[in-house]
C-alpha cells in the first residue's frame, strides 16, 4: 500500500489547515488509519488515529478540541482538519496504515505498517 500526503503548509497561529492522505495499492477500508508528527530534534509521536469504519477515534491530549480526523473509503483517503493552530502544532506530518479486522483504533508507532513520506505544517507565532 501506498501513502502520499498533502495539505501541509505555512500558517499563523490560530489558522488552520487540512491535510490529506491517499491511499493506493490496497481498499482504504481494509486499514486502521493514524496521523503521527515529528518536530524537529524530537520523537516522532502520535496525533490521531480512526479505525476502518471510521465509528472509533482517537486523539492525543495534545490536539482534542482542535484537531479532526476523518476518512472517506470511497475517496480512498484519510483527513485531519487542523483548527486554532499553535506554533507547537509546527512538525512533519505523517500518515500511518494498519492492515486489520479489529474494531480499534492503534496509537503505537510500531502498530503500523506502513508510512507516507510526510507533509511540513509551520504555525507562526
Known amino acids: 500500500v501506498q501513502l502520499v500526503e498533502s495539505g501541509g503548509g505555512l500558517v499563523q497561529a490560530g489558522g488552520s489547515l487540512r491535510l490529506s492522505c491517499v491511499v493506493s495499492?490496497?481498499?482504504?477500508?481494509?486499514?486502521?488509519m493514524g496521523w503521527f508528527r515529528q518536530a524537529p530534534g524530537k520523537e516522532r509521536v502520535f496525533v490521531a488515529a480512526i479505525n476502518r469504519s471510521g465509528a472509533y477515534i482517537s486523539y492525543a491530549d495534545s490536539v482534542k478540541g482542535r484537531f479532526t480526523i476523518s476518512r472517506d473509503n470511497a475517496k480512498s483517503t484519510v483527513y485531519l482538519q487542523m483548527n486554532s493552530l499553535k506554533p507547537e502544532d509546527t512538525a512533519v506530518y505523517y500518515c500511518?496504515?494498519?492492515?486489520?479486522?479489529?474494531?480499534?483504533?492503534?496509537?503505537?508507532?510500531?502498530?503500523?505498517?506502513?508510512w507516507g513520506q510526510g507533509t511540513q505544517v509551520t504555525v507562526s507565532s
Open positions: 500511518a496504515a494498519k492492515a486489520n479486522i479489529s474494531y480499534r483504533t492503534y496509537s503505537g508507532e510500531s502498530d503500523y505498517d506502513s
Open positions: 495499492g490496497r481498499t482504504l477500508g481494509t486499514y486502521a
